[in-house]
DNA sequence: CGGGCCGTTGACTCTTGTCAATCGCGGTGG
DNA sequence: CCACCGCGATTGACAAGAGTCAACGGCCCG
């Protein structure tokens, strides 16, 4: 079984129960800029939800993610602090959004996307750039998940990471969200991490939720 | 010629041969560009190469792809007559493209790009439009490399080829190329399409790159 | 103290990959 | 015209990597 039907317990209540419309923003209820603060696995909006806003994170991560009739999850990308997510060509969502622990996040109306028709301004450059880099990483992603191995694919994503949390790795996620975002089981993460334990390449504190990487070089091999 | 076809000619050529030449200004965006001939697996553009085109495909199909140091590659997207791409966020192209079989595609020059940031209107939204089919595609094809299994993998990529080409398939390119495309090997391909004839789905004639799809609903079932 | 999560580990299964043989077709040259 | 060759595709036997199922341990929190 995957690890997204298994730990159903895990998923957003909302996924499980059905999603009452009222209880999502009103479509005219979020002024520009407004803050929106979210515990841990509440939903920020469902597949399918009308595209009336996109987001950007102010602290905390957010999961992007879609899921097969079955249960199947696949997490698109993980949003930290001053990413923009939720920006999607259609008029409706085909990923919903969830923040992985508490988290803050800006909502902006999508007609500000608008902007770029008529803006040079730099917020609509900043929207665009947002959006090549999730085509960038949607695209490097589709290779690691079509063509790497498990070891890999962990290596990969711990230097992601550190890249972008600036050299130490402090995982906001749970195994489980690890696992899809990298099309693998929560077992197999463990076990790869466990394995670049044993290889020296990196130490994995008690927490559990900390990653020191002790050998770059070794993982920058990995990530190929 | 079927709704999905025309839809997907549609774009391209409101992004390029608009009806509308007098709204775009003149020198930089691009002037109808030039058309090249193509042989089977002729190198468009290679990882690395400097962004300075995008194309469009006239005829036959084009493959981009991105390679693994050890030379596993991973098929990003097939583009058929109509389609464009090369387009990227960098100055670099992060993917090869090569030409599937015989092919013909005319250049434009990347620098009628720059109208996002100096917002010229028409043009501007739909170059960002195609950029989000770009993400789209990107999107659903993680969900398929992560979570498919093999024949499921296949299933969906005979129904998106099928939406594409107005109903029938007639595969352009090889099993080597849809294997790396949908992260499996040519054998896995090979069997996969077997075991889809043998539960009577699909019918693969002596030719073996035509498909007729003789159960559509059971192809569905298997897309999720 | 007890229960629920989360993560790890082990034993086993199974899908997919690997390696190798074969088939069939199309082109080529005797 | 036909034998030969090369390539792409299929098939089979086997191996291996990842998934499944299950047990366990630590931690947090009531």
Do not use: W
């Not at 009336?52 to 879609?66: D, H, M, P």
């Amino acid at each position: 079984m995957h690890a997204a039907v298994a730990s159903a317990a895990a998923l957003p209540k909302a996924l499980l129960f059905g999603d009452a419309p009222q209880d999502r923003p009103a479509p005219d209820a979020a002024p520009v800029g407004s803050v929106r603060v979210l515990a841990k696995d509440e939903e920020i909006f469902a597949e399918g939800d009308c595209t009336a806003f996109f987001y950007k994170v102010i602290s905390g991560a957010v999961r992007t993610s879609k899921l097969l009739t079955d249960g199947r999850r696949q997490i698109d990308a993980f949003h930290l602090a001053g990413d923009i997510f939720g920006i999607e060509p259609g008029a409706e969502h085909r990923f919903s959004a969830e923040a992985v622990g508490p988290a803050k996040v800006v909502i902006y109306r999508r007609c500000s996307l608008d902007a770029l028709a008529s803006g040079n301004g730099a917020f609509a450059r900043q929207v665009v750039q947002a959006m090549m880099r999730s085509l960038e990483r949607a695209q490097n992603h589709m290779l690691l998940l079509g063509r790497k191995s498990a070891v890999e694919k962990v290596a990969t994503f711990l230097l992601d990471l550190a890249a972008r949390q600036g050299g130490h790795v402090e995982l906001p996620m749970s195994r489980c969200d690890i696992a899809d975002h990298l099309g693998l089981t929560i077992e197999t993460v463990s076990r790869s991490l466990t394995q670049l334990e044993r290889d020296r390449v990196i130490e994995v504190p008690a927490h559990r939720r900390t990653i020191v990487l002790r050998d770059g070089a070794a993982l920058r091999r990995l990530d190929s």
